[in-house]
Protein backbone atom coordinates (compact mmCIF):
# COMPACT_ATOMS: atom_id res chain seq x y z
CA UNK A 1 0.00 0.00 0.00
CA UNK A 2 2.76 2.36 0.63
CA UNK A 3 4.21 1.70 -2.91
CA UNK A 4 7.75 0.69 -1.32
CA UNK A 5 9.23 -2.09 0.98
CA UNK A 6 8.98 -1.63 4.16
CA UNK A 7 12.13 -2.08 6.04
CA UNK A 8 10.95 -3.94 9.47
CA UNK A 9 11.70 -2.64 12.71
CA UNK A 10 12.16 -5.15 15.50
CA UNK A 11 10.82 -4.90 19.21
CA UNK A 12 11.87 -6.19 22.16
CA UNK A 13 10.42 -7.02 25.15
CA UNK A 14 10.49 -3.82 26.42
CA UNK A 15 9.90 -1.69 23.23
CA UNK A 16 6.29 -3.90 23.65
CA UNK A 17 6.03 -2.47 27.09
CA UNK A 18 6.85 0.71 26.42
CA UNK A 19 4.08 0.95 23.68
CA UNK A 20 1.94 -0.45 25.62
CA UNK A 21 2.41 2.00 28.82
CA UNK A 22 1.99 4.86 26.23
CA UNK A 23 -1.80 3.33 25.33
CA UNK A 24 -2.58 2.92 28.87
CA UNK A 25 -1.45 6.48 30.00
CA UNK A 26 -3.23 8.18 27.10
CA UNK A 27 -6.53 6.14 27.64
CA UNK A 28 -6.25 7.12 31.62
CA UNK A 29 -5.74 10.74 30.81
CA UNK A 30 -8.67 10.68 28.13
CA UNK A 31 -11.22 9.16 30.57
CA UNK A 32 -10.16 11.23 33.43
CA UNK A 33 -11.19 14.04 30.64
CA UNK A 34 -14.19 13.25 29.90
CA UNK A 35 -15.04 12.73 33.51
CA UNK A 36 -14.21 16.33 34.42
CA UNK A 37 -16.94 17.70 36.09
CA UNK A 38 -19.15 19.31 33.02
CA UNK A 39 -21.66 22.35 33.52
CA UNK A 40 -25.30 22.64 31.73
CA UNK A 41 -23.85 23.44 28.78
CA UNK A 42 -23.13 19.89 27.96
CA UNK A 43 -22.24 20.87 23.88
CA UNK A 44 -19.50 23.31 24.74
CA UNK A 45 -18.25 20.77 26.82
CA UNK A 46 -18.12 18.00 24.36
CA UNK A 47 -16.92 20.82 21.33
CA UNK A 48 -15.04 23.30 23.09
CA UNK A 49 -13.94 21.82 26.21
CA UNK A 50 -15.94 24.28 28.67
CA UNK A 51 -13.86 27.24 27.50
CA UNK A 52 -11.95 26.91 30.31
CA UNK A 53 -8.41 25.28 28.70
CA UNK A 54 -5.34 26.66 30.22
CA UNK A 55 -2.32 28.61 27.21
CA UNK A 56 0.28 25.47 28.02
CA UNK A 57 -2.63 22.87 27.44
CA UNK A 58 -3.54 25.04 24.27
CA UNK A 59 -0.15 25.57 22.94
CA UNK A 60 0.51 21.93 23.10
CA UNK A 61 -2.80 20.66 21.51
CA UNK A 62 -1.95 23.20 18.94
CA UNK A 63 1.27 21.74 18.32
CA UNK A 64 0.47 18.08 18.81
CA UNK A 65 -2.59 18.44 16.55
CA UNK A 66 -0.60 19.62 14.08
CA UNK A 67 2.17 17.06 13.93
CA UNK A 68 1.06 13.85 12.50
CA UNK A 69 2.93 10.68 11.34
CA UNK A 70 2.70 12.43 7.81
CA UNK A 71 5.14 15.08 9.42
CA UNK A 72 7.72 12.49 11.03
CA UNK A 73 7.16 10.50 8.22
CA UNK A 74 7.18 13.02 5.00
CA UNK A 75 9.84 15.50 6.72
CA UNK A 76 12.09 13.02 7.45
CA UNK A 77 11.44 11.98 3.76
CA UNK A 78 11.99 15.47 2.50
CA UNK A 79 15.18 15.60 4.23
CA UNK A 80 16.40 12.84 3.26
CA UNK A 81 15.49 13.61 -0.50
CA UNK A 82 16.42 17.53 -0.29
CA UNK A 83 17.72 18.41 2.84
CA UNK A 84 16.01 21.51 5.13
CA UNK A 85 14.01 23.40 2.85
CA UNK A 86 10.95 21.30 3.77
CA UNK A 87 11.11 22.85 7.14
CA UNK A 88 10.26 26.55 5.63
CA UNK A 89 6.77 25.10 6.41
CA UNK A 90 7.33 24.98 10.07
CA UNK A 91 9.60 28.46 10.60
CA UNK A 92 6.58 30.13 8.68
CA UNK A 93 4.08 28.89 10.89
CA UNK A 94 5.65 30.48 13.83
CA UNK A 95 4.66 33.38 12.23
CA UNK A 96 1.17 32.27 11.68
CA UNK A 97 0.62 31.53 15.06
CA UNK A 98 1.57 34.87 15.86
CA UNK A 99 -0.96 36.40 13.87
CA UNK A 100 -3.71 33.97 15.14
CA UNK A 101 -2.72 34.99 18.63
CA UNK A 102 -2.48 39.07 18.04
CA UNK A 103 -4.68 39.48 14.90
CA UNK A 104 -7.45 36.71 14.61
CA UNK A 105 -8.24 35.95 18.63
CA UNK A 106 -9.80 38.96 19.88
CA UNK A 107 -12.07 39.14 16.98
CA UNK A 108 -13.05 35.35 17.13
CA UNK A 109 -13.38 35.16 20.97
CA UNK A 110 -15.32 38.52 20.89
CA UNK A 111 -17.90 37.34 18.72
CA UNK A 112 -18.36 33.83 20.99
CA UNK A 113 -18.30 31.71 17.85
CA UNK A 114 -17.84 27.97 18.20
CA UNK A 115 -16.59 27.45 14.42
CA UNK A 116 -14.93 29.09 11.71
CA UNK A 117 -17.91 28.79 9.49
CA UNK A 118 -19.93 30.86 12.22
CA UNK A 119 -17.85 33.43 11.99
CA UNK A 120 -17.93 33.99 8.50
CA UNK A 121 -22.03 34.17 8.58
CA UNK A 122 -21.16 37.16 10.91
CA UNK A 123 -18.85 38.70 8.86
CA UNK A 124 -20.73 38.35 5.27
CA UNK A 125 -23.97 35.71 5.41
CA UNK A 126 -25.15 32.13 5.58
CA UNK A 127 -23.83 31.76 2.11
CA UNK A 128 -20.49 31.98 3.07
CA UNK A 129 -20.90 29.76 5.92
CA UNK A 130 -22.06 26.97 3.71
CA UNK A 131 -19.62 26.67 1.85
CA UNK A 132 -16.51 26.69 4.42
CA UNK A 133 -18.22 24.28 6.16
CA UNK A 134 -18.67 22.12 3.08
CA UNK A 135 -15.09 22.41 1.99
CA UNK A 136 -13.81 21.89 5.41
CA UNK A 137 -15.19 18.72 5.57
CA UNK A 138 -13.89 17.57 2.40
CA UNK A 139 -10.73 18.86 3.07
CA UNK A 140 -10.17 16.99 6.02
CA UNK A 141 -11.69 13.97 4.32
CA UNK A 142 -9.37 14.39 1.10
CA UNK A 143 -6.19 15.92 3.34
CA UNK A 144 -5.94 15.34 6.86
CA UNK A 145 -7.97 11.68 7.61
CA UNK A 146 -6.67 10.39 4.47
CA UNK A 147 -3.07 11.34 4.78
CA UNK A 148 -2.82 10.72 8.33
CA UNK A 149 -4.11 6.97 7.95
CA UNK A 150 -1.94 6.61 5.23
CA UNK A 151 0.78 7.32 7.32
CA UNK A 152 -0.04 5.05 10.13
CA UNK A 153 -0.27 2.55 7.84
CA UNK A 154 3.62 2.67 6.78
CA UNK A 155 4.14 2.64 10.41
CA UNK A 156 2.30 -0.43 11.01
CA UNK A 157 3.90 -1.87 8.01
CA UNK A 158 7.63 -1.36 9.98
CA UNK A 159 6.88 -3.58 12.68
CA UNK A 160 4.81 -6.05 10.79
CA UNK A 161 1.01 -5.58 10.93
CA UNK A 162 -0.70 -5.24 7.66
CA UNK A 163 -1.71 -1.67 6.22
CA UNK A 164 -5.06 -1.94 6.70
CA UNK A 165 -5.48 -3.90 10.32
CA UNK A 166 -2.73 -1.64 11.62
CA UNK A 167 -5.09 1.27 9.92
CA UNK A 168 -8.23 0.03 10.99
CA UNK A 169 -6.76 -0.65 14.77
CA UNK A 170 -5.51 2.61 15.23
CA UNK A 171 -8.58 4.62 13.95
CA UNK A 172 -11.01 2.64 15.89
CA UNK A 173 -8.40 2.61 19.33
CA UNK A 174 -8.44 6.67 18.39
CA UNK A 175 -11.92 6.98 17.92
CA UNK A 176 -12.98 5.63 21.47
CA UNK A 177 -11.77 7.97 23.53
CA UNK A 178 -12.56 10.97 20.90
CA UNK A 179 -16.13 9.94 20.65
CA UNK A 180 -16.69 9.44 24.13
CA UNK A 181 -14.39 12.26 25.67
CA UNK A 182 -14.94 15.28 23.16
CA UNK A 183 -12.36 17.93 22.80
CA UNK A 184 -11.51 17.85 26.50
CA UNK A 185 -10.15 14.29 26.00
CA UNK A 186 -8.65 15.25 22.66
CA UNK A 187 -6.69 17.90 24.56
CA UNK A 188 -5.39 16.58 27.58
CA UNK A 189 -4.33 13.47 25.84
CA UNK A 190 -2.80 15.99 23.22
CA UNK A 191 -0.57 17.28 25.83
CA UNK A 192 0.64 13.41 26.84
CA UNK A 193 1.25 13.05 23.10
CA UNK A 194 3.73 16.06 22.72
CA UNK A 195 6.36 14.84 25.47
CA UNK A 196 5.94 11.56 23.62
CA UNK A 197 6.56 12.50 20.30
CA UNK A 198 9.05 14.88 20.65
CA UNK A 199 11.00 12.23 23.08
CA UNK A 200 10.82 9.60 19.88
CA UNK A 201 12.26 12.61 17.04
CA UNK A 202 14.49 13.47 19.54
CA UNK A 203 16.07 9.61 20.40
CA UNK A 204 16.10 9.17 16.36
CA UNK A 205 17.91 12.44 15.87
CA UNK A 206 20.65 12.14 18.92
CA UNK A 207 21.44 8.22 18.16
CA UNK A 208 21.51 9.05 14.57
CA UNK A 209 24.38 11.64 14.95
CA UNK A 210 25.95 9.51 17.45
CA UNK A 211 26.08 7.09 14.51
CA UNK A 212 27.22 9.22 11.96
CA UNK A 213 30.18 10.96 14.14
CA UNK A 214 28.48 14.14 15.11
CA UNK A 215 27.31 17.48 13.56
CA UNK A 216 31.08 18.09 12.11
CA UNK A 217 31.38 14.90 10.02
CA UNK A 218 27.90 15.20 8.82
CA UNK A 219 28.56 18.48 6.91
CA UNK A 220 31.52 16.75 5.55
CA UNK A 221 29.36 14.05 3.94
CA UNK A 222 26.61 15.92 2.57
CA UNK A 223 26.10 19.24 0.32
CA UNK A 224 26.61 22.48 2.30
CA UNK A 225 23.10 23.10 -0.11
CA UNK A 226 21.15 20.29 1.78
CA UNK A 227 21.48 22.72 4.48
CA UNK A 228 20.35 25.95 2.74
CA UNK A 229 16.98 26.59 3.45
CA UNK A 230 16.96 29.08 0.28
CA UNK A 231 16.61 27.64 -3.28
CA UNK A 232 16.49 29.65 -6.32
CA UNK A 233 12.85 31.02 -7.72
CA UNK A 234 12.60 28.30 -10.49
CA UNK A 235 13.24 25.31 -8.03
CA UNK A 236 10.82 22.96 -8.56
CA UNK A 237 9.30 22.30 -5.01
CA UNK A 238 11.01 25.41 -2.54
CA UNK A 239 11.09 28.00 -4.71
CA UNK A 240 12.36 31.45 -2.64
CA UNK A 241 9.25 33.42 -4.08
CA UNK A 242 6.54 30.77 -3.49
CA UNK A 243 8.31 30.21 0.16
CA UNK A 244 8.09 34.14 1.01
CA UNK A 245 4.99 35.00 -0.66
CA UNK A 246 2.73 32.00 -0.93
CA UNK A 247 3.58 30.10 1.07
CA UNK A 248 1.74 32.52 4.33
CA UNK A 249 -0.90 32.26 2.70
CA UNK A 250 -1.67 28.69 3.20
CA UNK A 251 0.08 28.84 6.72
CA UNK A 252 -2.60 31.71 7.60
CA UNK A 253 -5.62 29.54 6.23
CA UNK A 254 -4.45 26.47 8.16
CA UNK A 255 -3.37 28.19 11.32
CA UNK A 256 -5.53 31.25 11.77
CA UNK A 257 -9.06 30.32 9.95
CA UNK A 258 -9.38 26.51 10.13
CA UNK A 259 -11.53 25.03 12.47
CA UNK A 260 -9.12 22.07 12.89
CA UNK A 261 -6.39 24.20 14.95
CA UNK A 262 -8.73 27.31 15.54
CA UNK A 263 -10.66 25.04 17.80
CA UNK A 264 -8.05 24.59 20.79
CA UNK A 265 -8.05 28.54 20.37
CA UNK A 266 -11.26 28.63 21.13
CA UNK A 267 -11.23 26.36 24.04
CA UNK A 268 -9.12 28.76 26.04
CA UNK A 269 -10.38 30.47 29.19
CA UNK A 270 -9.65 33.73 27.95
CA UNK A 271 -7.95 36.12 25.46
CA UNK A 272 -4.44 35.92 27.42
CA UNK A 273 -4.51 32.62 27.33
CA UNK A 274 -5.75 31.71 24.22
CA UNK A 275 -2.74 34.32 22.72
CA UNK A 276 0.13 32.74 25.22
CA UNK A 277 -1.04 29.68 23.65
CA UNK A 278 -0.17 30.15 20.22
CA UNK A 279 2.87 32.04 20.94
CA UNK A 280 4.28 28.62 23.25
CA UNK A 281 2.74 26.75 19.80
CA UNK A 282 5.05 28.99 17.66
CA UNK A 283 8.22 28.24 19.61
CA UNK A 284 7.60 24.56 19.71
CA UNK A 285 7.20 24.66 15.72
CA UNK A 286 10.89 25.93 15.86
CA UNK A 287 11.41 22.12 17.03
CA UNK A 288 10.89 20.06 13.79
CA UNK A 289 13.52 21.66 11.53
CA UNK A 290 16.19 19.42 14.07
CA UNK A 291 14.15 16.64 15.20
CA UNK A 292 12.32 15.82 11.97
CA UNK A 293 14.12 17.31 8.90
CA UNK A 294 17.72 16.72 10.70
CA UNK A 295 17.09 12.87 11.24
CA UNK A 296 16.33 12.61 7.06
CA UNK A 297 19.64 14.31 6.36
CA UNK A 298 21.18 12.02 8.80
CA UNK A 299 20.04 9.19 6.88
CA UNK A 300 21.13 10.72 3.82
CA UNK A 301 24.74 11.34 5.39
CA UNK A 302 25.00 7.44 6.12
CA UNK A 303 23.75 6.38 2.61
CA UNK A 304 26.79 8.26 1.30
CA UNK A 305 29.09 6.78 4.04
CA UNK A 306 27.49 3.16 2.61
CA UNK A 307 26.35 2.01 6.13
CA UNK A 308 22.72 2.69 5.61
CA UNK A 309 20.36 1.56 2.42
CA UNK A 310 17.15 3.52 1.26
CA UNK A 311 15.47 2.76 -1.31
CA UNK A 312 12.32 5.38 -0.46
CA UNK A 313 12.55 8.52 0.76
CA UNK A 314 9.02 7.61 2.71
CA UNK A 315 10.97 4.53 4.59
CA UNK A 316 13.65 6.52 5.87
CA UNK A 317 12.51 6.96 9.51
CA UNK A 318 11.70 3.23 10.08
CA UNK A 319 14.88 2.55 8.84
CA UNK A 320 17.17 4.73 10.48
CA UNK A 321 15.15 3.76 13.56
CA UNK A 322 16.15 0.39 13.12
CA UNK A 323 19.61 1.26 11.95
CA UNK A 324 21.09 3.03 14.92
CA UNK A 325 18.43 3.19 18.07
CA UNK A 326 19.35 0.09 20.93
CA UNK A 327 17.03 -2.18 21.89
CA UNK A 328 14.22 -0.30 24.42
CA UNK A 329 14.00 3.03 22.58
CA UNK A 330 12.70 1.71 19.24
CA UNK A 331 9.24 1.30 21.20
CA UNK A 332 9.24 5.02 22.51
CA UNK A 333 9.98 6.26 18.54
CA UNK A 334 6.89 3.83 17.78
CA UNK A 335 4.97 5.61 20.37
CA UNK A 336 6.01 8.54 19.49
CA UNK A 337 4.20 8.11 16.08
CA UNK A 338 1.54 6.35 17.62
CA UNK A 339 1.30 9.77 19.35
CA UNK A 340 1.64 11.58 16.16
CA UNK A 341 -0.79 10.01 14.04
CA UNK A 342 -3.57 9.19 17.33
CA UNK A 343 -3.27 13.16 18.05
CA UNK A 344 -4.06 14.33 14.83
CA UNK A 345 -6.80 12.13 14.16
CA UNK A 346 -8.97 12.91 17.26
CA UNK A 347 -8.47 16.08 16.65
CA UNK A 348 -10.00 16.06 13.03
CA UNK A 349 -12.75 13.88 14.19
CA UNK A 350 -13.39 16.21 16.76
CA UNK A 351 -13.26 18.96 14.45
CA UNK A 352 -15.35 17.28 11.67
CA UNK A 353 -18.28 16.46 14.08
CA UNK A 354 -18.56 20.10 15.53
CA UNK A 355 -18.73 21.67 11.84
CA UNK A 356 -21.27 18.92 11.27
CA UNK A 357 -23.24 19.36 14.35
CA UNK A 358 -23.17 23.20 14.67
CA UNK A 359 -23.00 24.04 11.03
CA UNK A 360 -25.31 21.73 9.61
CA UNK A 361 -27.51 20.12 12.10
CA UNK A 362 -27.98 22.84 14.82
CA UNK A 363 -28.37 25.46 12.05
CA UNK A 364 -31.19 23.92 10.29
CA UNK A 365 -32.52 21.65 13.57
CA UNK A 366 -32.67 24.96 16.31
CA UNK A 367 -35.18 23.20 19.16
CA UNK A 368 -32.78 20.29 19.38
CA UNK A 369 -31.32 19.52 22.87
CA UNK A 370 -27.77 19.30 24.01
CA UNK A 371 -27.49 15.73 24.60
CA UNK A 372 -28.72 15.33 20.86
CA UNK A 373 -26.31 17.48 19.52
CA UNK A 374 -23.88 15.42 21.28
CA UNK A 375 -24.79 11.89 19.82
CA UNK A 376 -24.73 13.66 16.46
CA UNK A 377 -21.38 14.46 16.80
CA UNK A 378 -20.46 11.13 17.91
CA UNK A 379 -22.58 9.40 15.16
CA UNK A 380 -20.89 11.35 12.42
CA UNK A 381 -17.17 10.47 12.93
CA UNK A 382 -17.50 7.15 11.60
CA UNK A 383 -18.94 8.21 7.73
CA UNK A 384 -15.84 10.29 7.98
CA UNK A 385 -13.32 7.91 8.68
CA UNK A 386 -14.99 5.49 5.81
CA UNK A 387 -14.42 8.44 3.28
CA UNK A 388 -10.92 8.75 4.46
CA UNK A 389 -10.06 5.42 3.49
CA UNK A 390 -11.57 5.37 0.07
CA UNK A 391 -9.77 7.99 -0.63
CA UNK A 392 -6.10 7.21 0.30
CA UNK A 393 -5.10 5.06 -3.17
CA UNK A 394 -5.69 8.18 -5.02
CA UNK A 395 -2.88 9.47 -3.13
CA UNK A 396 -0.59 7.96 -5.72
CA UNK A 397 -0.72 10.59 -8.29
CA UNK A 398 0.55 13.28 -6.73
CA UNK A 399 4.29 13.56 -4.87
CA UNK A 400 5.79 11.16 -4.02
CA UNK A 401 6.96 12.75 -0.73
CA UNK A 402 4.12 12.29 1.63
CA UNK A 403 4.34 15.97 2.73
CA UNK A 404 3.94 17.71 -0.28
CA UNK A 405 1.21 16.22 -1.33
CA UNK A 406 -0.25 17.48 1.40
CA UNK A 407 0.52 21.08 1.07
CA UNK A 408 -0.18 20.94 -2.51
CA UNK A 409 -3.77 20.10 -2.03
CA UNK A 410 -4.19 22.72 0.51
CA UNK A 411 -3.16 25.47 -2.43
CA UNK A 412 -5.81 24.90 -4.16
CA UNK A 413 -8.65 25.72 -1.16
CA UNK A 414 -6.66 27.70 0.80
CA UNK A 415 -6.09 31.17 -0.95
CA UNK A 416 -9.68 32.34 -1.72
CA UNK A 417 -10.74 31.31 2.05
CA UNK A 418 -7.84 33.23 3.72
CA UNK A 419 -8.81 36.78 1.39
CA UNK A 420 -12.53 36.55 2.92
CA UNK A 421 -11.02 36.49 6.34
CA UNK A 422 -7.67 38.31 6.37
CA UNK A 423 -9.35 41.23 4.32
CA UNK A 424 -12.28 40.79 5.62
CA UNK A 425 -10.90 41.93 9.28
CA UNK A 426 -9.71 45.47 7.80
CA UNK A 427 -11.48 46.45 4.92
CA UNK A 428 -15.33 47.25 5.91
CA UNK A 429 -16.60 47.56 2.48
CA UNK A 430 -16.38 43.89 1.82
CA UNK A 431 -20.04 42.28 1.45
CA UNK A 432 -21.59 39.30 1.19
CA UNK A 433 -21.81 39.07 -2.18
CA UNK A 434 -18.18 39.81 -3.06
CA UNK A 435 -17.31 36.98 -0.45
CA UNK A 436 -19.61 34.41 -1.74
CA UNK A 437 -18.39 35.61 -5.69
CA UNK A 438 -14.31 35.01 -4.41
CA UNK A 439 -14.82 32.08 -2.63
CA UNK A 440 -16.69 30.08 -5.60
CA UNK A 441 -14.05 31.79 -8.01
CA UNK A 442 -11.26 30.18 -5.91
CA UNK A 443 -12.99 26.84 -5.64
CA UNK A 444 -13.50 26.70 -9.44
CA UNK A 445 -9.52 28.08 -10.13
CA UNK A 446 -8.77 25.05 -7.45
CA UNK A 447 -10.99 22.16 -9.12
CA UNK A 448 -9.18 23.10 -12.42
CA UNK A 449 -5.82 22.89 -11.26
CA UNK A 450 -6.51 19.52 -9.25
CA UNK A 451 -7.45 18.50 -12.70
CA UNK A 452 -4.80 19.30 -14.52
CA UNK A 453 -2.45 18.49 -12.49
CA UNK A 454 -4.00 14.49 -12.50
CA UNK A 455 -4.06 14.70 -16.35
CA UNK A 456 -0.95 16.98 -17.19
CA UNK A 457 0.96 13.94 -18.77
CA UNK A 458 -1.50 14.63 -21.29
CA UNK A 459 -1.42 18.43 -21.85
CA UNK A 460 0.98 20.83 -23.35
CA UNK A 461 1.36 25.10 -24.09
CA UNK A 462 -0.85 27.21 -21.90
CA UNK A 463 -2.57 24.41 -20.13
CA UNK A 464 0.59 22.55 -19.64
CA UNK A 465 2.21 25.61 -17.72
CA UNK A 466 -0.85 25.74 -15.58
CA UNK A 467 -0.74 22.28 -14.18
CA UNK A 468 3.03 22.37 -13.47
CA UNK A 469 3.64 26.25 -11.93
CA UNK A 470 5.17 25.26 -8.43
CA UNK A 471 2.15 25.23 -6.28
CA UNK A 472 3.44 27.87 -4.06
CA UNK A 473 3.41 30.13 -7.24
CA UNK A 474 -0.11 28.87 -8.19
CA UNK A 475 -1.55 29.73 -4.61
CA UNK A 476 -0.51 33.35 -4.80
CA UNK A 477 -1.71 34.04 -8.01
CA UNK A 478 -5.05 32.71 -6.62
CA UNK A 479 -4.77 34.64 -3.87
CA UNK A 480 -4.14 37.48 -6.01
CA UNK A 481 -7.04 36.71 -8.25
CA UNK A 482 -9.54 36.22 -5.62
CA UNK A 483 -8.63 39.35 -3.62
CA UNK A 484 -9.36 41.31 -6.70
CA UNK A 485 -12.74 39.79 -6.84
CA UNK A 486 -13.63 39.88 -3.22
CA UNK A 487 -12.92 43.63 -3.71
CA UNK A 488 -14.10 44.57 -7.18
CA UNK A 489 -17.60 42.93 -6.69
CA UNK A 490 -17.81 44.49 -3.06
CA UNK A 491 -17.59 47.68 -4.30
CA UNK A 492 -20.03 47.54 -7.24
CA UNK A 493 -22.44 46.10 -4.72
CA UNK A 494 -24.37 46.84 -1.66
CA UNK A 495 -22.52 48.23 1.32
CA UNK A 496 -22.91 46.09 4.52
CA UNK A 497 -24.60 46.33 7.81
CA UNK A 498 -21.94 48.26 9.62
CA UNK A 499 -24.29 47.41 12.78
CA UNK A 500 -24.43 43.74 12.04
CA UNK A 501 -20.00 43.63 11.30
CA UNK A 502 -18.49 45.93 14.13
CA UNK A 503 -17.73 43.46 16.14
CA UNK A 504 -16.10 41.60 13.81
CA UNK A 505 -13.75 44.13 11.95
CA UNK A 506 -11.09 46.07 13.28
CA UNK A 507 -11.38 49.39 14.62
CA UNK A 508 -8.56 52.28 15.28
CA UNK A 509 -9.48 51.19 19.27
CA UNK A 510 -10.07 47.90 19.81
CA UNK A 511 -11.64 47.27 23.06
CA UNK A 512 -10.96 44.79 25.27
CA UNK A 513 -7.50 43.55 24.18
CA UNK A 514 -5.68 42.19 26.74
CA UNK A 515 -1.98 42.60 26.39
CA UNK A 516 0.99 41.74 28.59
CA UNK A 517 4.27 42.50 28.70
CA UNK A 518 5.41 39.09 28.97
CA UNK A 519 3.61 38.01 26.24
CA UNK A 520 5.43 40.85 24.05
CA UNK A 521 8.57 39.81 24.85
CA UNK A 522 7.71 36.00 24.12
CA UNK A 523 6.47 37.61 20.56
CA UNK A 524 10.10 39.43 20.62
CA UNK A 525 12.10 36.57 21.17
CA UNK A 526 10.33 34.26 18.36
CA UNK A 527 10.50 36.89 16.11
CA UNK A 528 14.40 36.68 16.85
CA UNK A 529 14.39 33.08 16.56
CA UNK A 530 12.80 33.09 13.02
CA UNK A 531 15.36 35.76 11.56
CA UNK A 532 18.38 33.81 13.21
CA UNK A 533 17.77 30.60 11.34
CA UNK A 534 16.62 32.02 8.25
CA UNK A 535 20.50 33.57 8.55
CA UNK A 536 21.85 30.39 9.75
CA UNK A 537 20.83 27.74 7.24
CA UNK A 538 21.38 30.16 4.04
Not at 5 to 14: A, H
Not at 168 to 189: C, D, R
Not at 245 to 273: H, K, M
Not at 422 to 433: A, C, E
Amino acid sequence: MSGSEIISVDLSFFDIVTIGVYFLIVFAIAWWASHRERSQNESTDYFLAGRDVGWFVVGASLFASNIGSEHLIGLAGSGFAEGVPVAQYEILAGIALLMLGWIFVPFYLKSNVSTMPEFLEKRYDSKSRMYLSVVSIIGYVLTKISVTIYAGGIVFEAIGVDFWVGAFILVVVTGIYTIFGGLKAVVYTDLVQMFVLLGGALAVTFFGLQELGGWGEMTKVVDPEFFSLWRSAEHSNYPWTGILFGAPILGIWYWCTDQFIVQRVLSARDEENARKGTIFAGYLKMLPLFIFVLPGIVAYALVQQGTLNINEPNNTLPVLAQAVLPVGLRGLVIAGLFAALMSSLSSVFNSCSTLITLDFYKKYKENTSEHELVIVGQVSTVILVILGLLWIPFMEYFSNQLFLYLQSIQAYIAPPITAVFLVGLFYKRLNSTGAFVSLISGFILGLLRFFLELYKSSLSGFWYDIATINFLHFALLMFVICTVILIAVSLFTEKPDEEQIKDVIYHKTIEDTQLTRRSIWFTIGLIGIIAFMWIYFS
